[in-house]
């Protein structure tokens, strides 16, 4: 069974610092891994997602994020946060047959000015 | 071109009763797929629709059932309600059944349960 675990419900960082949120799956095959953001009130937005194409993804927004296999983690980055990036960040391993996503709990973004 | 739209927005059931959910996908999209997500939790898969059959299901128990129609639109039913049921509702839709296919997301009915 697959499974996605985010290390830290809430980060916290200051308007232009670095984001960083972490993902660590568990798959006994090689994953789809997806990173949605969700803003208050609404549905998920897609971040970006691993299909094995690259181990570096770009996403919108400036996010990106690197697939360590070695690691089994599939953590999140911004170079400067901006105060529109405050929402709450799911990470999500898909499978090797069917596209049903397996979520983490979250983690809530905040930014200070 | 039309996002995945949910209806109702909101909604407010008491125990025991049976609520339905609506749904229709992005355009172009044949699949569809419904998510639980509880206060401060990750969604959580219940189950996916296709060619108007139920392909697979999560955790969820048969009170949770749902349907897809031949235009692709979709309803999730719950019956006999409990006080646990009350979260928000994600339908998400996507192309066919493929894996790593991305899912595009609703914006969610928000069920209360009193």
């Known amino acids: 069974a697959q499974s996605v675990t985010q290390l830290g419900s809430h980060v916290s960082v200051s308007e232009g610092a670095l984001v960083l949120l972490r993902c660590n799956y568990s798959s006994s095959v090689p994953p789809y891994l997806f990173w949605y953001v969700q803003y208050p009130n609404q549905g998920l937005q897609l971040l970006l997602k691993y299909t094995s194409a690259a181990t570096l993804v770009k996403g919108i927004n400036g996010f990106e994020a690197e697939f360590k296999k070695s690691e089994t983690s599939f953590h999140l980055t911004k170079p400067s946060a901006h105060m529109s990036d405050a929402a709450e960040y799911f990470c999500a391993v898909g499978p090797n047959a069917g596209n049903m996503l397996t979520f983490g709990g979250g983690t809530r973004l905040m930014v200070k000015p | 071109d039309a996002g995945v739209t949910q209806s109702p927005t909101h909604l407010i059931k008491t125990r025991g009763q049976q609520v339905t959910l609506r749904c229709s996908p992005k355009s172009g999209h044949d699949t569809v797929s419904w998510y639980q997500q509880a206060l401060g939790q990750g969604p959580q898969f219940i189950f996916q629709?296709?060619?108007?059959?139920?392909?697979q299901r999560g955790n969820f128990p048969d009170r949770f059932s749902g349907h897809q129609f031949p235009n692709y639109s979709s309803e999730l039913n719950v019956n006999a309600l409990l006080l646990g049921d009350s979260a928000l509702y994600l339908c998400a839709s996507s192309l066919g059944l493929m894996a790593g296919e991305t899912q595009y997301f609703g914006p969610g009915t928000r069920l209360l349960v009193l």
């Open positions: 629709y296709y060619e108007e059959e139920e392909r």
